[in-house]
């Protein structure tokens, strides 16, 4: 396992809410090693978007906080930077991708624009050179004509072309963490795939750390070396891919992996989780899980239940999963 | 914590017909109320100036003319030696009457082409549109002095001025009502069983119109307001021995170096009238349902 | 862009034909017999009868318009009744007063109501919010007449810092233009940055929720590039919208502050004519406003291509 670029510890994040202040993301700890891709996965509302943001200290203030915890880059604490301090990390040592490329690039400047300006930012340079960059990174994640597409604004290019652009944004200036909060979800499947391909080889080639946030095993089957499952705000099980997918070892995983369709298996029914996830106003007591749990005891809904540390970088929050042999997939 | 009270509030609300919901939220506005409540008290007052007021608004008395403002006459005296605050009240009248007047001539005219043009489309819809549009075309206050250079300086003439050009506003709002609603699953079904256009303008366009028309002519009673001053004040609106507040300030510009009294309290009332018009409409908008507050 | 622009001015055109009939059917309004009414009350039969046969009352409605539009398109605007002068000749002399004073006050909204739209939409609740939006109401809701005779009385005659009324060519003594034109555009400017900002803190709230936005943070901008740069030019979009309407409403509000500042412009030309029963006059006068009405819309149509890239002709 490589040093780890980006820890995250016991992180907590609150939003102030009809409900008063109510924690969305509770007790998450992870690290993502240089090369390395995290896939941090969960339904809507699970808090890997927030904890992904909280990264880079992106969450709305007001209505969110960082109630507690630490973050390290490269063993420095970002939490309590100063916001000149965090300027000067953000697009330059870590970039972020996101969800809607329709909606995360500015209407009102050209394509050439928004990558130039990165790299103006962080590298002073002039405008000329700045568009040098731009159009290195344009062809870097495959963009056809790159010459003729710089100065095209984003509603003249497709929804996987405008993705490629986000990324070459990004990675204009060379990060060492790329954070992608499902940056593949809007795309078609076969411009997801195409997507996702480029990220992969991309990393191969710089060298970054990812972390990747998703809903989509298939995709973390097909990207990540690790993975955090999170649910409710809280991160219920961390492996290796292989592990995670071969033998899970909490309930919710399971059900996750059960409810991915595959292929050959045509037929057999796809099991959805039932219920819907608890609002983080009102968190069940116990185990967070355990009102959809289908091996849930009593006792599931009175303590609370600890992170387990299975060893080899493996984790759970179940207190049966000694017990239990849940199923995996393939 | 007032939102969750307010999320009960309109559950609670889904069983209520639309006009309690509205009455309901509007009675949360407390800006809109007190609005409402300080225009109330100025049309009562109004209404009652004879028996309000301190002195009589003609009475002149040439030994004490253009007083600044004193116990014995709040607002002071104008250049006749008349009491400013009596005649303040007084004007409040022509102001109020003068700015629904012009609301009135401006629904008049506007309403019965745009539920035309809603309901019929086509080229009547188009024509309608065509000459709305050159209408709004003319800087505002120059076309109402021209109606006015054509109809002759008066208060009347003037408030018809001013309703034609806020009538566009209201064609607008009927046509796009009309036309959403005539789009209607329901209405094609009423009108293909033969019930007729007056029907369904009575049953189904007022209804849904109704609302937003409050707010606007809300708003444009302010607006009124305001166009009557300035014509009064130009001298193009009401006229001697008839005195709105902008006339008010029109005849005091010329003592404004002796005594600013004259134009500053009739001034401030227009201000504070027109102010309590805007926040009245904006609470009222505020009111209506989300639906209708996007359309807006 | 020309062919944009050309396909602009083609739309104007049925617009414009509209916009002549009404300001012709202007004499049409006129109770009793026009010719009555200009000539005057003590007005001889002959006189009315010249007056007649002038205008050419007694040929057919349309013959008497195709004349008048046939005039209007060849510059000819007709005469005074007044000074007996053209009608055009006196328009252009008084139509800089106008502009300068129009173009002043645009520029004293824009001054306002940027950087009071952006701060109060970047931070909406704050202190700052509510005093520019409780600001903006009642800069809506004051007569800008009275606007003007508050700052006559405290900046010319309380002060003297400032001449109350008078007007001085730009090109003739640009620092005396300044400040005899300071006074009345930020009379006729306030009001529509009132509403400029209301406009502006809408739309600025809207946009600072924007992914975009959070795009820009992400990349390392800090927040006042971001707001400037991402927020603003999206901002800017509806606000040029409003810009236009706003710019029918100085045109407007300019017969009001010439009259109270003394300023010889189209405005004051119009009230004057009225009392004169200048008709011709005031025709000119409202033809020559739509004129700048419309050229202005026409400008704002183009800028609008520079905010929205979306609506660029390609």
Redesign the interface.
């Known amino acids: 396992m490589s040093a780890p670029l980006l820890e995250v510890e016991d992180l907590a994040v609150e939003f102030l809410t009809d409900h008063g202040w109510v924690r969305v993301v509770d007790g998450v700890s992870f690290s993502v090693g240089a090369g390395e891709t995290l896939g941090l996965v969960g339904e809507s509302g699970s808090g890997k978007t927030v904890t992904s943001l909280s990264v880079m200290q992106l969450i709305p203030r007001p209505p969110g906080r960082i109630a507690g915890g630490s973050i390290r880059f490269e063993g420095r604490e970002l939490l309590g930077l100063s916001d000149q301090e965090l300027e000067a990390l953000r697009g330059e040592a870590i970039a972020m991708v996101f969800q809607e490329s329709m909606t995360s690039l500015n209407p009102a400047f050209t394509i050439g624009d928004q990558i130039g300006e990165v790299v103006r930012r962080h590298r002073g340079v002039s405008r000329r050179e700045a568009r040098v960059r731009a159009l290195e990174v344009l062809e870097l994640v495959q963009i056809p004509d790159p010459e003729a597409r710089i100065d095209a604004y984003p509603h003249e290019f497709s929804g996987g072309m405008r993705q490629r652009a986000a990324i070459a944004m990004a990675l204009a200036c060379d990060p060492k963490l790329l954070i992608a909060d499902e940056p593949t979800t809007a795309l078609d499947v076969t411009v997801q795939a195409q997507v996702l391909d480029l990220l992969r080889s991309l990393q191969q080639r710089l060298g970054m750390g990812i972390l990747f946030v998703t809903h989509n095993l298939g995709v973390v089957a097909d990207l990540c070396d690790r993975v955090t499952v999170m649910y409710a705000g809280r991160m219920v099980e961390t492996a290796n891919v292989f592990d995670l997918f071969e033998s899970p070892q909490h309930p919710y995983t399971e059900g996750l992996l059960q409810a991915m369709p595959q292929l050959g298996e045509r037929g057999k029914r796809l099991a959805a989780i039932p219920g819907t996830p608890p609002m983080p106003w009102q968190m069940p007591d116990g185990c967070r899980f355990h009102p959809r749990c289908p091996y849930a005891e009593a006792a599931c809904a009175e303590q609370d239940v600890k992170l387990d540390d299975l060893g080899e970088g493996r984790s759970t929050r179940c207190r049966r999963h000694a017990e239990l042999k849940l199923e995996g997939a393939e | ?1 007032s ?2 009270n307010a ?1 009960a509030l309109d559950q609670l609300g889904a069983s209520m017909s639309a006009r309690q919901r509205f009455l309901r939220r509007f009675l949360r506005q407390r800006p809109a109320l007190y609005a409402l409540g300080f225009l109330v008290l100025l049309a009562l007052g109004a209404a009652f100036a004879p028996w309000v007021a301190p002195h009589d608004p003609l009475a002149q008395n040439l030994d004490r003319v253009l007083e600044a403002p004193s116990f014995d006459h709040f607002f002071g005296t104008d250049e006749l030696g008349r009491d400013v605050a009596s005649r303040t009240l007084f004007a409040a009248r022509i102001s109020l009457l003068a700015a629904f007047q012009a609301v009135f001539i401006a629904l008049l005219i506007g309403v019965p082409p745009g539920l035309v043009a809603g309901l019929f489309g086509g080229q009547t819809d188009n024509l309608i549109m ?2 709305t ?21 008066s208060l009347t003439n003037a408030m018809i001025a001013v309703g034609i050009l806020l009538s566009p506003t209201f064609l607008r709002l009927m046509r796009g009502t009309a036309m959403a609603v005539a789009q209607e699953t329901y209405v094609e079904a009423a009108r293909s069983i033969g019930c007729s256009q007056s029907w369904i303008i009575t049953r189904h366009i007022l209804p849904n119109v109704v609302s937003p028309l409050f707010v606007q002519i809300s708003v444009f009673a ?1 607006v009124a307001m ?1 166009a009557e ?2 014509l009064s ?4 609106g009401a006229q001697p021995p008839d005195s709105s507040w ?1 006339a008010m ?1 029109g005849r005091g ?1 010329r003592y ?2 002796h005594s ?1 009294s004259l ?2 309290f009739p ?1 401030l009332a ?3 009238t ?2 309590a018009f ?2 009245l409409g904006d609470g009222l908008r505020d009111s209506l349902g989300r639906e209708v507050r996007r359309e807006q | 862009m020309p062919a944009f622009i050309l396909q602009r001015l083609l739309a104007l055109v049925p617009l414009l034909f509209i916009v002549s009939l009404l300001v012709f059917s202007l004499v049409l309004l006129i109770p009793g017999d026009p010719a009555y009414m200009l000539a005057g009350e003590n007005a001889t039969p002959e006189e009315i009868a010249e007056i007649r046969a002038d205008m050419g009352l007694d040929d057919p409605v349309l013959l008497q318009y195709a004349r008048w539009t046939a005039g209007v398109l060849r510059g000819d605007l007709g005469t005074s009744l007044f000074s007996d002068q053209p009608v055009l000749e006196v328009l252009l002399e008084r139509l800089p007063v106008t502009l300068s004073l129009a173009f002043a006050a645009i520029l004293v909204s824009l001054l306002v109501s940027i950087p009071a739209g952006v701060i109060a939409g970047t931070r909406p609740g704050s202190l700052a919010d509510r005093l520019v939006t409780l600001g903006a109401s009642t800069g809506l809701a004051i007569p800008n007449f009275w606007l003007g005779l508050m700052l006559i009385l405290v900046f010319a005659i309380w002060n003297g810092w400032l001449p109350a009324t008078g007007y001085v060519p730009l090109t003739e003594h640009p620092g005396a233009w300044l400040r005899h034109i300071l006074l009345p555009a930020i009379t006729l400017g306030l009001s529509a940055a009132a509403i400029l900002t209301r406009q502006l803190r809408g739309a600025m709230i809207d946009v600072m929720n924007q992914d975009y936005i959070r795009t820009a943070r992400a990349k390392g901008l800090a927040w006042r590039g971001v707001v400037l740069k991402h927020g603003l030019k999206n901002a800017a979009i509806p606000m040029v919208t409003i810009l236009g309407l706003q710019a029918n409403y100085l045109l407007g509000g300019t017969v009001i502050v010439e009259q109270i500042f003394g300023m010889p412009g189209l405005g004051q030309l119009a009230v004057a004519s009225v009392f004169t029963r200048d008709l011709p006059m005031i025709q000119g006068v409202v033809i020559m406003a739509v004129f700048v009405a419309v050229f202005v819309n026409l400008l704002v149509d183009i800028s609008y291509g520079y905010f929205n890239p979306k609506v660029r002709p390609r």
Do not use: N
Request: aromatic content about 8%; charged content about 5%; glycine content about 12%.
């Open positions: 914590m939102e969750p999320a065509r000459i549009d050159a209408l709004m075309s003319f800087p505002p206050l120059i076309l109402a002095v021209a109606i006015i250079a054509v109809l002759g300086p302010g305001l001053a300035g004040f130009l001298g193009l902008g300030v510009f404004i170096s600013p134009i500053v001034g227009i201000a504070v027109v102010l805007y926040v």
